[in-house]
């Protein structure tokens, strides 16, 4: 099955978080960094949400979106959380909802915490960001209609979660790679290369839970 490729928008509107992500994606094909806030995107057609396992979007980079899109939205990402996970979704998990905005027609929800705190330390940015880009991929091999060709990620967890903008950008970038080079068929080998990928940065093991 071919892997179908979407461009990716990493966006913050500090500069230092910014900079921080393209050193780290640097190399890294179709990706874009944007100093902007949500308000100030171009039409895409999927933002990543950086939220709770609640889908409550009332803070940060959620209200914005929320704002533009209406409670509405946050009611339908309520309601599929209760139907499909029974009140909390996993960090790890993600899916794909339709917004009605023609300029931004889809939106992901993908956890990074249970609830607001410190993730500093966990691997949760890329397991979110991972998350985010298999749910995209798997609407893009499944769906009939018009694929998604740009996904926009914030730099996950550097609010409430207290992560470094450099962590952030490490571990979405880690989640970036190995998205685009899935295993063949997993062994060992090609397991803890990919841990050690997500774990560590270069030889110091940053994530310790």
């Known amino acids: 099955m071919p892997y179908p490729w979407f461009s990716l928008w990493i966006i913050h509107p500090d500069a230092r978080a910014c900079e921080a992500t393209r050193a780290r994606f640097e ?12 308000e100030e995107l171009p039409p895409h057609d999927c933002f990543v949400t950086a939220g709770n396992a609640f889908g409550l979007m009332t803070a940060g980079v959620d209200a914005a979106v929320i704002q533009r899109h209406g409670v509405a939205l ?9 139907e ?5 979704q996993p960090v790890g998990t993600a899916f794909v909802l339709e917004t009605g905005d023609r300029e931004r027609p889809y939106l992901c929800h993908a956890p990074t915490m249970r609830v607001p705190g410190s993730i500093a330390g966990s691997d949760r940015v890329y397991a979110a960001a991972f998350a985010a880009m298999v749910a995209v991929h798997r609407f893009n091999v499944e769906t009939d209609g018009a694929p998604i060709e ?3 990620l914030p730099a996950l967890g550097t609010g409430f979660g207290a992560v470094s903008f450099d962590e952030s950008a490490r571990q ?11 295993p063949h068929r997993p062994n060992w080998d090609s397991i803890i290369a990919r ?10 093991k ?4």
């Open 27 to 38: 190399g890294q094909p179709r990706a874009r960094v944007l100093q902007a806030r949500y």
């Open 206 to 209: 940053v994530v310790k839970r």
């Open 172 to 182: 979405m970038a880690a989640a970036y790679r190995n998205y685009r080079t899935p």
């Open 195 to 204: 841990e050690r990928v997500i774990c560590y940065d270069g030889e110091r």
């Open 150 to 152: 740009t996904l926009v």
């Open 84 to 88: 499909r996970y029974l009140g909390e």
């Open 74 to 82: 946050m009611t339908r990402v309520q309601d599929h959380i209760m």
